[in-house]
């Protein structure tokens, strides 16, 4: 479920910056690059998530 939401969010998060820079500097949204630049950023996220070292079990610090 957690990838799911990584890839929704990726896109929504590449559309918005293909949207949101060409619009300051005068240019005009493509969703193409949008598309892309969501491809990449879940590409990375997931790749990121699954080669990230898993913690080790540590004692409680209470005692």
């Known amino acids: 479920m957690q990838y799911i939401w990584a890839v929704i969010w990726s ?3 590449g559309l918005m910056i ?3 820079i060409p619009s300051m ?3 005009h949204f493509e ?4 598309l892309i630049l969501g491809t990449v950023f879940s ?3 997931i790749l990121f998530t699954v080669l990230m ?3 080790e ?5 209470t005692h």
């Open 18 to 20: 293909s949207y949101v």
């Open 31 to 34: 969703l193409e690059l949008g």
């Open 11 to 13: 896109f929504l998060l």
């Open 43 to 45: 590409v990375f996220t």
């Open 25 to 27: 500097t005068g240019g």
């Open 57 to 61: 079990n540590q004692e409680d610090p």
């Open 53 to 55: 070292p898993q913690g």
